[in-house]
């Protein structure tokens, strides 16, 4: 997000910002701010700041992407003043219920011509887990026809802590995660995928 003003207010921060990429950020998702030049009284580096939850999201229009975003920082009140800066959010983790049969998750294409030209692909992929399960099967898995007939399972992960994996090598247009559990407290599953 790109800034246009800053303000404090009761030891609140707000930003006046526009979202350049990216989903519309919800509270309790981390902000960092740079490049703010606007001082503050509080020892802060102006409204700089890393990995704070934001406190509110108002006003994120759907057609411009502008809007206010307010975090704590401690500082004397300062009124609404024209600054410039970046806004990074990084999305929450969403978990779903992990199923307890093996179900697959949603899947996406690789470009044939990025292939083509890049060659072969390295996969790196996570799982998370909430509710404590006793068990996990989770399968990464690739296929050049987008039917699950013809998906193989290219690696697998049975930590109940969760963990991040690497696999290198292999270059199918379809990925997927597929998943299943057992035990814990309505346990959920976190997983993704970074094709590099």
């Known amino acids: 997000m790109s800034i246009s ?28 701010v740079q490049g703010t030049q606007t001082a503050t009284s509080g020892g802060a580096p102006n409204f700089n700041v890393t990995n704070i939850a934001l406190a509110s999201v108002s006003g994120i229009s759907t057609t411009t992407g502008a809007g206010t975003l307010t975090y704590a920082l401690t ?29 697959a998750g949603q899947q996406f294409a690789v470009s044939s011509g990025q292939l083509a030209i890049e060659g ?3 996969i790196s992929w996570f799982t998370s887990y909430t509710g404590g399960p006793s068990g996990v099967t989770v399968n990464l898995q690739g296929s050049d026809v987008d039917s699950d007939a013809f998906y193989t399972t290219v690696d697998s992960s049975t930590n109940t802590a ?6 290198g090598n292999i270059n199918y247009l379809f990925y997927r995660i597929q998943a299943s559990g057992s035990g814990g407290t309505t346990p959920g599953i976190a997983a993704g995928i970074t094709v590099r």
Do not use: C, F, H
Request: net charge negative; hydrophobic share 40%; aromatic share 2%.
């Open 162 to 167: 969760g963990e991040s994996r690497s696999v």
């Open 75 to 103: 500082s004397s009140n300062i009124s609404t003043t024209t600054d410039s800066g970046m806004a990074i959010v990084t999305p929450p983790i969403t978990y779903d219920t992990l199923p307890g049969s093996a179900t």
């Open 5 to 32: 003003a800053v303000a404090i207010t009761s030891n609140v921060a707000t930003l006046t910002v526009q979202i350049l990429e990216g989903p519309v950020p919800v509270v309790g998702a981390l902000i960092s």
């Open 120 to 122: 072969q692909k390295g």
